[in-house]
């Protein structure tokens, strides 16, 4: 029997309206003035839709009368000068469009409805002058990122519109993102017109630590030049996951045992050390990777040349040292399900707003949603975190500016 969610009660933090009901007629049919004994109260939740509201800066003038000296104070800094917007509208903009995928020109009829119709070319214009400001954070996360020595990858198309044409190509965002059992959880993205592996290797630089992705080619020049590929057991599960559902293979279906048990050993040792976690893995698992790579030996020279069986069990044994890397260390996950969580806002997202303007739209919209994202991975609010930022951007020194990424972000 399925159980009924249970009503919490709303949060005290809410303000709150009162309603007083009372009798019309406080007297008693035996004509007795009533006396008030107490009371019932329940509650109910409303919501107003956004609602403007007006900062109005006033800066008083101060003259001496004998020097007719002037004293003014100066114009607060803004990430948008001369502009009409607070930092908290900015942020509302951002992460109506990058968290919530609500396109620009939907804001702009939510908007006018507030009363003050402001033209998505407007809009556009602001989240590009804040990507801006914003990138020499971008910058320095991805710097953090990669300082660690396990980093996932993935990639996912979005369609760009191409420059001087009325139609969209296909261009690609990248994910980059710190492992679930690193001290630091970050992801930053990077959107590039192609899935060309020079982009990869642009990003990663002279890094050359595990990265953790699937077996797109792109990523192979970096495994020349020192990086060690980790590979992805939920692809190759995948593979014979996409049999067992389609004809009910048998073969499949042995294989989906064999890798259900090492999910097993992982969910087991998840909250553990590293150290204990690799210790487990040693103990536990490896004895199933044997068993699994014998028995896919054996039924790959039974199985027909070219056939689907065939080439899903070729999958996983052409990769098999780097699907069975994660054994060796405890630091590295069995799969890029994590990258693969991190990179689904984009799938999301570009259902909504369908395509990208321009390269540098692009680029600015993987900057903010790296910010928005981190925000995400470390407990933040977004909205707030970007307030906040947007707030101090203008008047935080350089070399401070890695005080306001995500993970070391706290609320003045």
Not at 14 to 24: A, C, M, V
Not at 28 to 37: E, M, N, P, S, T
Not at 75 to 94: C, E, N, R, S, Y
Not at 96 to 102: G, I, M, R
Request: proline residues 6%.
């Amino acid at each position: 029997m399925r159980l009924q969610p249970k009503r919490a009660p709303l949060p005290p933090q809410f303000p709150r309206t009162l309603i007083h009901h009372e009798p019309d007629n406080t007297h008693c049919q035996c004509g007795c003035a009533l006396k008030r004994i107490g009371e019932d109260a329940s509650e109910k939740l409303d919501y107003t839709p956004g609602v403007f509201t007006v900062e109005r800066h006033i800066r008083g003038k101060w003259v001496c009368e004998q020097c007719e000296t002037l004293i003014q104070a100066p114009v607060p800094a803004h990430v948008i000068d001369k502009g009409i917007p607070t930092a908290g509208l900015l942020a509302h903009i951002m992460v109506a469009k990058f968290a919530d995928h609500l396109p620009l020109y939907r804001q702009e009829k939510i908007f006018g409805r507030a009363g003050l119709p402001i033209a998505r070319s407007t809009l556009a214009q602001w989240v590009g002058n804040c990507g801006v400001q914003l990138q020499p954070l971008v910058d320095a996360l991805r710097e953090a990122v990669l300082t660690h020595g396990v980093v996932h990858a993935d990639e996912t198309p979005v369609q760009m519109l191409t420059p001087g044409a009325k139609k969209t190509h296909r261009a690609y965002v990248w994910a980059y993102a710190t492992s679930q059992f690193s001290d630091l959880a970050a992801v930053v993205y990077d959107f590039s017109p192609s899935r060309a592996g020079e982009h990869a290797r642009n990003f990663l630089g002279h890094w050359n630590g595990k990265l953790v992705c699937d077996d797109f080619a792109g990523y192979k020049a970096g495994f020349e030049l020192g990086v060690t590929e980790i590979g992805c057991m939920a692809h190759a599960r995948r593979k014979f996951f996409d049999l067992h559902a389609t004809n009910k293979s048998q073969i499949a279906e042995k294989a989906l045992h064999y890798i259900a048990s090492l999910y097993e050993v992982e969910r087991e040792a998840r909250e553990l050390e590293p150290s204990i976690r690799q210790l487990i893995r040693q103990e536990k698992a490896s004895p199933i990777i044997d068993a699994l790579y014998t028995w896919m030996i054996a039924q790959r020279q039974l199985v027909p040349e070219g056939s689907a069986i065939a080439k899903a069990l070729d999958y996983s044994l052409k990769r098999w040292i780097a699907l069975t890397r994660y054994l060796d260390d405890g630091a590295v996950p069995i799969d890029n399900n994590w990258c693969e969580n991190q990179i689904r806002p984009w799938a999301l997202g570009r259902s909504n707003w369908l395509f990208a303007g321009s390269l540098r739209s692009g680029k600015r919209a993987a900057a903010i949603m790296s910010l928005i994202q981190s925000a995400r991975l470390n407990g933040h609010d977004p909205y707030a975190y970007l307030k906040d930022v947007l707030n101090r951007l203008p008047t935080q020194k350089a070399h401070e500016v890695t005080n306001l990424l995500p993970h070391r972000w706290q609320a003045l």
